[in-house]
């Protein structure tokens, strides 16, 4: 029997989605664009997991949420809501939600979230078995994108390595056998975009742990008040909306590997309790006074100058001494320039070859363009133009500068154009700023730190600025 799922969204081009994606993935679904509708439906039929948006004019989101919570408590939901807007999915998750997306999502990602909602007593917390293959690798099978079971059958992850022939990325790829082989933590810096999480997974694969989990966690993106439990797991009614043992991610990946992405963003009275992991191999979950014995390799990453955070009193020094046995630094783009050409035609064949196109060349123009670019987002963004100029070039042979370069996007890359400014009404500074937060977001699909490199300041701040928005909006509620 196919698990149902229901799905309630007034937008009818995302429910049609929704719908479509679902439905491909082995799902029986039901869509409604009225949440009425789908009220009534549950009457009389049994669903196993509820998708629903926040906003909606005849009931919200959260008012779904309540009634299924209280008339089908089996059956779970999981919310969709507007950009980053993290308090109220803190809510929701205390108020029963299973799990939230923040649009706009791409297909993988609600996927995800449904399977784990599938999945049986394991929750599996941003397990990246089906590991991307982000900025400067190669995949040597096309097919083999997923270790997720299917119909029983498990397929292998893709095998990477990094493109470059330059000198340190050559010495980090003699090393990684031996980094691989033990099982002291690794501390792993570098900019955004330079393959950070690329070579953490690579660490994962080549280990003797490569059967086991690969639990990886995006600090930057956890909302405070879950951190803790998201980490450590929590007993049933430690605090409002525990109403049921849950494990965390150090309990899930037992006898693999964690990766911690970002840990620089963990608040500094939570880094004790990964000290205490650390050294002791032992935690308790949150509201409980029993140890649990773990056996967790910990990989750990970092875009910020660990210095000055230590200075700064936002990272404890005794934690980055004990994460530091590995130090690893992976160069920025501009210090590999020699590179840069290998990584452009193999995007250039990763893309063609996904979106069906015939091969294409670079036009020597826009070859020594991309060479002498600075890069401040590195391989990734360098991938992201690539991957521009092979849909625009779509009907040409070759891509030009014009197809990576034209105005049009160097406006939305900006995002403070005259354009997008010209759009907005006359407002106060501070509604001003959260308009350019969100169509940054929106402009990033989400992603807060690429968001924040295109404004001009750290994704801290536009978490704060959010987080404030809402609190705004709650009392004037």
């Not at 690798?137 to 096309?142: E, Q, V």
């Not at 056998?177 to 955004?192: N, W």
């Not at 100058?305 to 404890?316: K, L």
Request: aromatic residues 6%; proline residues 3%.
């Amino acid at each position: 029997m196919k698990e149902r799922v229901l799905i309630v969204e007034d937008d009818k081009m995302l429910l049609e989605f929704l719908v479509e994606n679902l439905s491909m993935n082995g799902y029986e679904v039901e869509a409604f664009d009225q949440p009425l509708d789908a009220i009534d439906f549950l009457k009389d039929n049994d669903v196993h997991l509820v998708l629903t948006d926040v906003k909606m004019d005849d009931m919200t989101g959260d008012e779904v949420l309540a009634h299924i919570k209280e008339h089908y408590s089996e059956t779970g939901v999981i919310m969709m809501t507007s950009f980053g807007n993290i308090t109220h999915a803190v809510r929701a998750l205390q108020k029963g939600a299973f799990d939230y997306i923040t649009k706009p999502f791409k297909a993988k990602e609600i996927t995800f979230r449904v399977n784990r909602f599938f999945e049986s007593d394991k929750i599996d917390f941003h397990k990246d078995h089906k590991i991307k293959a982000l900025s400067g690798t190669t995949d040597k099978t096309d097919q083999q994108s997923s270790s997720q079971q299917n119909d029983g059958e498990i397929i292998q992850p893709r095998e990477k390595r990094f493109i470059g022939e330059d000198e340190q990325i050559k010495k980090l790829m003699e090393i990684l056998p031996q980094i691989a082989e033990s099982t002291a933590p690794v501390m792993i810096q570098g900019e955004s975009g330079t393959g950070k999480e690329v070579f953490a997974n690579l660490i994962h694969e080549n280990s003797n742990r490569s059967d086991q989990p690969y639990v990886k966690i995006n600090c930057a993106n956890l909302p405070k008040e879950l951190v803790e439990s998201t980490l450590f797991g929590h007993v049933k009614g430690a605090f409002t909306g525990a109403i049921s043992n849950k494990k965390g991610a150090f309990e899930e990946a037992n006898g693999g590997t964690i990766l911690l992405d970002e840990i620089t963003e963990i608040d500094i009275n939570i880094q004790a309790k990964l000290l205490r992991v650390l050294q002791e191999n032992e935690f308790n979950r949150v509201g409980s006074q029993k140890s649990i014995q773990c056996d967790v390799r910990v990989l750990a990453t970092s875009n910020r100058n660990i210095a000055e955070a230590i200075t700064d009193g936002q990272f404890r020094e005794d934690l980055y001494y004990r994460l530091n046995v590995f130090p690893i630094s992976i160069p920025p783009l501009r210090e590999r320039r020699d590179d840069i050409p290998l990584l452009v035609n193999f995007f250039v064949d990763r893309y063609t070859e996904q979106y069906g196109l015939e091969p294409k060349e670079v036009s020597d123009e826009l070859m020594q363009h991309l060479v002498n670019k600075k890069w401040k987002g590195n391989v990734r963004e360098l991938e992201n133009k690539i991957h521009r100029g092979v849909i625009l070039s779509s009907k040409n042979d070759t891509i030009t500068l014009d197809h990576i370069e034209r105005n049009l996007f160097s406006k939305v890359d900006l995002e403070v154009s005259k354009e997008v400014l010209s759009d907005m009404p006359l407002m106060s500074i501070e509604d001003m700023e959260l308009q350019l937060i969100k169509k940054a977001l929106e402009h990033t699909q989400g992603n807060q730190k690429e968001a924040a490199k295109i404004l001009g300041i750290t994704d801290r701040t536009i978490r704060n600025k959010i987080r404030k928005a809402s609190e705004n909006d709650e009392e004037n509620a």
